[in-house]
């Protein structure tokens, strides 16, 4: 069983940046690619960021490309998200998200486990 509990949402303004991050649970997080996702409201969820095992390989929606950037630290169990330049747009629930292997081959598929989310407002 893996817990992943994310952190870091809040309210900002167009422009700002925010971290993410998620705490995995359990001794195998170096061994799976780990991703975000997000959900705005009444849209379903959509992959944001997706990044290898190791880390040195990573995927991005277009929308996020160029602003966002996802890393992972193996030796903290943690997947991080930084998120600058935020849009309006940006605003959504963002959840962590776990791979069933090491890389993202459909970063939209292959997710075996979600954290609850933590929610990101973007005023204008």
């Known amino acids: 069983q893996v817990q992943l509990v994310e952190s870091g949402g809040g309210l900002v303004q167009a422009g700002d940046s925010l971290r993410l991050s998620c705490a995995a649970s359990?001794?195998?997080?170096?061994?799976?690619?780990m991703g975000w996702f997000r959900q705005a409201h009444g849209k379903e969820r959509e992959f944001v960021a997706a990044?290898?095992?190791?880390?040195?390989?990573?995927r991005y929606v277009e929308s996020v490309k160029g602003r966002f950037t996802i890393s992972r630290d193996n030796a903290k169990s943690t997947v991080y998200l930084q998120m600058n330049s935020l849009k309006p747009e940006d605003t959504a629930v963002y959840y962590c998200?776990?791979?069933?292997?090491?890389?993202?081959?459909?970063?939209?598929?292959?997710?075996?486990?979600w954290g609850k989310g933590t929610l990101v407002t973007v005023s204008s």
């Open positions: 990044i290898n095992r190791s880390g040195g390989s990573t």
């Open positions: 359990g001794r195998t997080f170096s061994i799976y690619a």
């Open positions: 998200a776990k791979y069933s292997s090491d890389f993202y081959y459909d970063p939209r598929r292959g997710v075996d486990y």
